[in-house]
Each structure stands twice: as C-alpha cells, then as structure tokens.
C-alpha cells in the first residue's frame, strides 16, 4: 500500500526511477480498486465513479510510468506508444517488465532521501 500512497506524494514527479516491484504494486492496487469501483458503481446505479477514479489517477500512473521507464533507461515519453492500439500497450507492459538497468543510473539517478 506504500506505493500506492507514494504515488500521491509524488504525482508530479517525472524524473527518478521507480523499480518494477515498486510499478507492478501501484498498478495491481490501481486495478483492483478501479474493479471495486466498479462493482459498487453497478449496485448504486451511479455511473460516474470509476470515470471519476480514472481522472485523480491520471497523472499518478503516467508519473509512475515514467518513473519505471527512467529505471531501464528509456525516456518517459515512450508512453506515447499506448496510442498505437494492443501493439503499444503489449509494448509497454514488456518495457515495465524489464530489470533495471545500472547504467540508467547516469541520466535518471536516485535522490537520496
């Protein structure tokens, strides 16, 4: 849940990296709880929860996104192949799901905390 939380603390920030355990556990909270959304949309009849959670999370997935991107040493603009339909988004989840690269380190560093 922590880095779901960090999402929020740094929603604006573009340039560190972020590691693949830390990316794949925002995105599975994300999904998990876009689907709860979901349900709970169904049974009040109120469609405009989900689309609503979509929005207050754009910016939190694109700069974690970005994130993990710098941490293979790519830059967070690659994002742009989620227009390319299925092609970009299977693209994109190869490149979240690649190792750290050590060299990324250079242009992309940790700030130390």
Known sequence: MEHF??????????KD???????????LIYI????????????I??????????LIML???LAYGARRLHDIGRSGWWQLLMLIP????????????LPSKEEAQGRFALQAA
């Open 5 to 14: 939380t960090a999402a929020f603390r740094n929603f604006a920030n573009f």
């Open 17 to 27: 990296r972020a590691t693949r355990s830390q990316y794949w556990i925002f995105a």
């Open 32 to 43: 998990l709880s876009y689907f709860i959304l979901a349900m709970i949309e169904s049974m």
């Open 45 to 54: 009849g109120l469609p405009v929860l989900t689309g609503i959670y979509a």
């Open 59 to 61: 910016i939190p997935s």
């Open 86 to 97: 299925l092609i970009g988004a299977i693209v994109l989840i190869v490149m979240w799901s």
